[in-house]
């Protein structure tokens, strides 16, 4: 999944970054499990996980190895907008 930022987004000491390829793909049921862990670990709670924004974008994190708080630091129109591509491709 490629996703282009509504506008460049500037990340730690990186120069703007204009868009994001997730790898989706990719995605593996161990992938699914560790995040699952995680989420469950800091607290959150939904009944049914595709759907959740949070543990779409710890999805994404980990599909392209980025930080979790590269995600949360975006603007807003953009978190969302990657949250619902990952769960589009999660319920196809």
Do not use: W
């Not at 800091?42 to 779409?56: H, I, K, Q, V, Y």
């Not at 975006?74 to 990952?86: E, N, R, S, T």
């Amino acid at each position: 999944m490629k996703h282009i930022f509504s506008k460049p987004v500037k990340f730690e000491d990186e120069d703007e970054i204009k868009e994001i390829d997730i790898d989706l793909e990719g995605l593996t049921g161990y992938d699914i499990e560790e995040v699952k862990k995680k989420f469950v670990a800091e607290g959150n709670f939904a009944p049914m996980l595709s759907t959740d924004p949070t543990f779409c974008i710890m999805l994404a994190s980990k599909r392209s190895k980025r930080p979790i708080e590269f995600f949360k630091q975006m603007p807003g129109k953009d978190y969302l907008a990657i949250a619902q591509g990952v769960q589009n491709f999660l319920l196809g």
